[in-house]
């Protein structure tokens, strides 16, 4: 879900600290850099399925988890280069966090009148969903039931 609802696709800008050169181009001292990890996150070459939704962009042959390289973790700005955001294991945990609780106390259903989603994203600074509708329902203690 993080790698196709891409929210801040053009990222944080950057400058380069010193003259660079990166596959045959070279990059003068002070240029800013603009990433586009929309291209990095839907790469035809680098994942089975690049324009949907689907896990096994991140199972191996043999079906196990593969952590694909074109992967950009949590769809964070500062992950992408050489350093580790400092912040990638509490975003890490509050969203798997928020998720879980979310998961355990509704029930999210698409109303059957609302007809298929629109995933087209409304540009801006950064993409965000088309306005929807979906029914949250309270889940009865103990129970959990995965559509």
Known sequence: IQ???NTVPLSAFHCTTK???LMGYSIPKG??????L????REEGQWKFPLEFNPENFLNE????????????DGCFCASGP??????????????????????????IWPDEAGKPDFTPVFGVTLTPKPY?????LR???????A
């Open 31 to 36: 240029t800013m850099i603009i990433q586009n």
């Open 62 to 73: 043999q079906g196990e988890f593969a952590k694909p390289e074109a992967f950009i973790e």
């Open 19 to 21: 003259d660079t050169d």
């Open 140 to 146: 009865k203690p103990g129970f959990i039931q995965l």
């Open 83 to 108: 350093r580790m955001c400092l912040g990638e294991g509490l975003a890490r945990m509050q969203l798997f966090l928020i998720t879980v609780t979310l998961l355990r106390k509704f029930s999210f």
């Open 38 to 41: 929309n291209s990095v996150l």
């Open 133 to 137: 509708t979906m029914k949250v329902k």
């Open 3 to 5: 790698r196709l609802a």
